[in-house]
């Protein structure tokens, strides 16, 4: 491999790892929007199809989305600046101009002055497209620990990702 090969190689992996980074920044970057009540900026991490699959609800588009974080009989409205949205253990797939993520939330809410309890905790297959220099996040699926569906229907491309795609090759 002569030289100009190599800093391909490298500039492709770099950018792959870039990548991931700016995927775990929109997906961070969600729950501090979510945690504070900044419904707009929060709907403007997804694209604007952009469809929240739920159990047995959808939200499909920016004004779904927007009704589901920013109603203010909402659920969600309820626990604004009470709350930490978290991604955990997240597993990240860029393939293109699309990316894939799948890993564990959980939400911390804090119900009284001295009450902090788990909201949600749940398994969720995320899906990205690229929008210029960022990504967005074009459907979630999420399902709750220990509900109807099991697990590994949402966390479904992990189970079949055979690690060789860890880095761009």
């Not at 920016?62 to 009704?67: E, G, M, S």
């Amino acid at each position: 491999m002569d030289l100009a090969q190599r800093l391909e190689a490298v500039e492709k992996r770099l950018r792959y790892l870039e990548d991931q980074e700016k995927i775990r920044e929109c997906l961070h970057t969600y729950g501090f929007n979510a945690d504070l009540g900044r419904s707009e900026k929060w709907a403007d991490g997804w694209t604007p199809d952009g469809v929240y699959d739920l159990e047995d609800q959808k939200w499909r588009g920016r004004d779904d989305l927007l009704d589901l974080i920013g109603a203010p009989m909402n659920n969600h409205k309820q626990i604004e600046n009470r709350s930490q949205h978290a991604m955990l253990n997240l597993f990240i797939r860029i393939e293109g101009d699309t990316a894939w993520a799948e890993g564990y939330s959980a939400t911390i809410v804090r119900k009284t002055p001295e009450k902090i309890e788990l909201w949600t905790c749940a398994y969720n297959h995320f899906e990205f497209v690229r929008s210029g220099e960022r990504w967005l996040l074009k459907y979630r699926t999420r399902r709750n620990i220990g509900g109807d569906e099991w697990g590994g229907k949402a966390i479904r491309k992990y189970l079949d990702d055979d690690g060789s795609h860890t880095s761009a090759t």
